[in-house]
């Protein structure tokens, strides 16, 4: 049996592609572009990278996005100031304040500030709670990114066995949810779940998202099921791997992402699509979406 490897970074130029096609259409129909405010606070460095990747993309595909780099030590209400302001202005759709903020910053009071018509991140409760009910909304970047993945390579999700490692905000409760709503029949796990083991080797479709470098191996997955790593983690080299033993796993998979070049990329790219979609949604717009064929 061969082995697909989903290839986050090779998908993510395509939809980039097809997104500058968008954004054209949207200039000329509404004579602006998409306006992405990514807001960095403090000199992290994996944030500052992060935050450079994300306006790189932006410049790429068209969307507006502006610098909004502020000192570590701005003051809480400065920053909402900042919030409001990006609320109001009519040229910005999307906003995403670069986590994680500096401490002394109240992270839900900045991020619950953010219109969720604007909520490009989807953490606001809103939107947390029109994905729970199904309703049309902008939902996390990474899971919704695994989504694109999954339904690119044309992998089914309708009816299988999917076990998400990891019940966060941002990964594995959206992920579920996601999975769910295409008809997977979903399980979570966590740091308190009995036997991991057993739960994964049941899984037609596994999701990592623990943050626990390598920690996947064979004895984890079932022969030919579809394994998405999301985990970031360095090793003592200093090298990128996710939660999965890329090695071990990968003959016995299916399908399986890689780590660096799997699911990364798949974020920055639903970003942009969901920055688009906020622009449609707000100005009551809906495009014919150009697709490049697979
Ligand atoms: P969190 O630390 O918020 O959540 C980790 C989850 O994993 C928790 O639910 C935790 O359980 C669970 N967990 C931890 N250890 C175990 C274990 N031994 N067995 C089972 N479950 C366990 O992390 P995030 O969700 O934010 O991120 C997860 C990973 O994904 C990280 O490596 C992060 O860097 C990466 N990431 C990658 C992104 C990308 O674009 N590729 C985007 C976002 C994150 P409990 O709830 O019980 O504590």
Redesign the pocket.
């Known amino acids: 049996m061969s082995t697909i490897v989903l290839n986050g970074r090779e998908l993510s130029q395509t939809l980039l592609k097809e997104q500058q096609i968008q954004v054209e259409e949207i200039v000329r129909l509404k004579g602006r572009p998409p306006g992405l405010a990514v807001v960095l606070v403090g000199q992290d460095q994996a944030s500052e990278t992060y935050v450079r990747n994300k306006r790189g993309a932006c410049a790429k595909v068209g969307i507006f996005a502006p610098d909004i780099n502020l000192p570590a030590d701005t003051p809480q209400k400065e920053l909402e100031a900042i919030i409001d302001r990006l609320n109001a202005d009519p040229s910005i759709d999307g906003i995403l304040v670069q986590l994680p903020l500096p401490s002394g910053i109240e992270k839900e009071t900045i991020l619950y500030r953010i219109d969720p018509a604007k909520d490009v991140d989807g953490f606001h409760p809103v939107n947390v709670g029109k994905l729970v009910i199904g309703l049309e909304t902008l939902a996390p970047c ?1 899971p919704t990114g695994i989504m694109t993945l999954l339904d690119r390579y044309h992998i089914p999700v309708s009816g299988k066995n999917a076990v998400v ?4 905000l ?3 409760k959206p992920m579920a949810l996601l999975l769910m709503a295409r008809d997977a029949t979903v399980t979570v ?5 009995a036997h ?1 083991m057993e739960e994964t080797r049941r899984a037609d479709i596994v999701v990592a ?4 470098p390598l ?1 996947v191996n064979r004895d984890f997955i079932k022969p030919g099921a579809v394994v998405i790593d ?4 360095r090793n003592q080299e200093g090298k990128l791997v996710g ?1 999965v033993d890329y090695a071990a796993v990968a003959p016995v998979a299916s399908a399986i992402t890689p780590v660096p070049g799997g ?2 990329p798949m ?1 920055i790219a639903t970003l942009l699509d969901n920055t688009i979609r906020a622009f449609c949604l707000r100005e009551g717009i809906s495009l014919q979406l150009a697709r490049t064929p697979s």
């Open positions: 990474t490692l990891g019940r966060s941002i990964v594995g796990c966590h740091s308190r779940t991991l998202a623990m943050g626990k920690m999301v985990g970031i983690s939660d699911v990364g974020t």
